[in-house]
């Protein structure tokens, strides 16, 4: 991309998809009553089941290659370059050393297409942001 041709390194915000990709949200209820992710397309409806249809095959992956899927989403993402540094953020220790152990999981360039194929990005099921918060995008 236009970032890699300048020499501009991209640091991707929430590599783990709020949470989704971590495996531990199962259902919208799984969500607190006061969670900012209840007010996310990507979390509601149907497009939380296509969305977590999309998880579940990651998890099949994460089991092959004895990781978290937390730490295959990491990996990925890490695999895109050196120029791309994801910062995913945690409330927990335990996660943090987690996401580090991202670090130790090897993706082939066939685990890559793998992944790409089971969860492509137009596949990804609802906006980003509600509506009130995309008109702050880009701008």
Known sequence: GVCRELGIGFVPYSPLGRGFLTGQIKRFEDLPEDDYRRTSPRFQGENFQRNLDLVKRGEEIAREKKCTPAQLALAWVLAQGDDIVPIPGTKHRKYLQENIGALNVDLTSEDLARIEEAA???????ARYPDWAMQMVNR
């Open 120 to 126: 492509p990005q137009e596949a990804v099921a609802g």
